[in-house]
């Protein structure tokens, strides 16, 4: 009995390390992994995203990356933790065929864009009172002018 209980410990710890040795692979390994996977083109690999990323490249926020709006700034677990749960999410929805017609902002991915323009927009921002309002509500086609992008392409 005591041997088998040292073999599962055994075991356990390996399957431990590997978990550790792997995320730390992917966090720090494949060279430029995060970078690349920051980039507004990296978002637009997937067939689902083209009407945003063309609508987002014609936008005035075209020199901001996706992540800089779509992901937490609060702290870097946040930013790393939603990033990965957001990611393995959209991958799942495209590989299964699962991707709805319309994409709309989850409850969380709301409040984040919000904290993200209050952060980025912070002077302005601060002459308003933002409470109960939703950035979008007034600008709504300034990065992602879907509507205006697809009546042109038509």
């Known amino acids: 009995m005591r041997v088998k209980f040292k073999g599962f410990l055994l075991w356990f710890a390996v399957i431990i390390l590997a978990i550790i040795l792997v995320g730390i692979f992917l966090a720090f390994g494949p060279p430029r992994l995060m970078e690349k996977t920051s980039k507004p083109k990296f978002c637009a690999n997937c067939h689902v995203m083209e009407l945003q990323y063309e609508a987002w490249s014609r936008s005035s926020h075209q020199?901001?990356?996706?992540?800089?709006?779509?992901?937490?700034?609060?702290?870097?677990?946040?930013?790393?933790?939603?990033?990965?749960?957001?990611?393995?999410?959209?991958?799942?929805?495209?590989?299964?065929?699962?991707?709805?017609?319309?994409?709309?902002?989850?409850?969380?991915?709301?409040?984040?864009?919000?904290?993200?323009?209050?952060?980025?927009?912070?002077?302005?921002?601060s002459r308003i009172n933002t409470e109960g309002k939703k950035c979008w509500e007034c600008h709504r086609d300034m990065v992602h002018k879907i509507q205006l992008l697809e009546e042109r392409l038509k």
């Open 63 to 125: 020199k901001v990356w996706c992540v800089d709006c779509h992901l937490p700034h609060d702290s870097s677990f946040s930013y790393y933790l939603w990033k990965g749960i957001d990611g393995t999410k959209d991958l799942i929805y495209f590989y299964s065929g699962l991707v709805p017609k319309e994409i709309y902002a989850s409850p969380h991915a709301r409040r984040t864009i919000k904290a993200n323009c209050i952060r980025c927009h912070q002077t302005t921002v």
